[in-house]
């Protein structure tokens, strides 16, 4: 009876579909449109952030595996005010590259005078995750030039939405005068890097933020390295 009750379990768990991995790495860009970023400076992370998608580094490390990246762009600012840019996208060539480059610089911000609700914007990521293709790693990548300052902290949104398996990265631009970039750093690594291997690279203002997100880009899409340091900033 033992014996037969063993061998149907098995057979009912070799029935069950296995689930195809399609990707080495689901990746989210989260870009912040809150009210303290201006006309200019949204046109400079958004140029900025598809300059560094085609430069020939991040082109290389897109690449540099055998299975493609899935990508994602949204943006965010206050607490019911995130739109997709961009909705989930193979990698899997430059033609698919250079399109989404492309949809991310001609796109238009959809807010301008929203606050900062990081919290917020992190749920909107983590549910992006959950139709996202099936993928090894998950990265989502939280950029801005301030701390939250509307509704539920980082450290809430992590613990009430499935970020077990997601490793959540900064890229701070230290352009916002009231937040000064010593707070502004020390709040992102405490309150906003998340998973095991997260980063923070620092902008030095908007006009270096295309060259902060290609270097965040090309250490995210690099195949995984034993050995891996845990967090640290990068303000090179």
């Known amino acids: 009876m033992i014996r037969t009750a063993i061998l149907s379990a098995g057979l009912l768990f070799a029935a069950l579909p296995a689930v195809a991995i399609e990707c080495r790495l689901a990746l989210a860009l989260a870009i912040d449109v809150s009210s303290s970023v201006d006309a200019a400076e949204d046109s400079l992370q958004r140029n900025g952030t598809a300059a560094a998608l085609l430069s020939p580094e991040v082109e290389a490390a897109f690449f540099a595996a055998d299975l493609p990246v899935a990508l994602v762009i949204y943006e965010w600012s206050g607490r019911y005010n995130q739109r997709l840019i961009l909705d989930w996208v193979m990698i899997d060539n430059r033609a698919a590259l250079l399109r989404a480059a492309e949809t991310l610089r001609t796109s238009r911000r959809s807010h301008n005078d929203f606050p900062t609700a990081m919290g917020y914007a992190l749920g909107f990521g983590a549910k992006l995750f959950e139709r996202a293709p099936p993928c090894l790693r998950k990265t989502l990548d939280m950029a801005g030039d301030g701390q939250n300052n509307e509704g539920f902290s980082p450290t809430t949104a992590y613990g009430a939405f499935a970020f077990q398996d997601v490793t959540v990265n900064g890229l701070v631009v230290n352009a ?9 750093v020390a709040y992102y690594q405490g309150e906003v890097l998340h998973g095991p291997g997260a980063f923070l690279v620092i902008a030095n203002g908007f006009e270096d933020y295309g060259r902060a997100m290609r270097r965040k880009l090309e250490r995210e899409l690099a195949p995984p390295a034993i050995g ?5 900033e990068d303000a090179g």
């Open 176 to 184: 916002a005068d009231f937040e000064g970039e010593v707070g502004l």
């Open 228 to 232: 891996a340091l845990p967090k640290e």
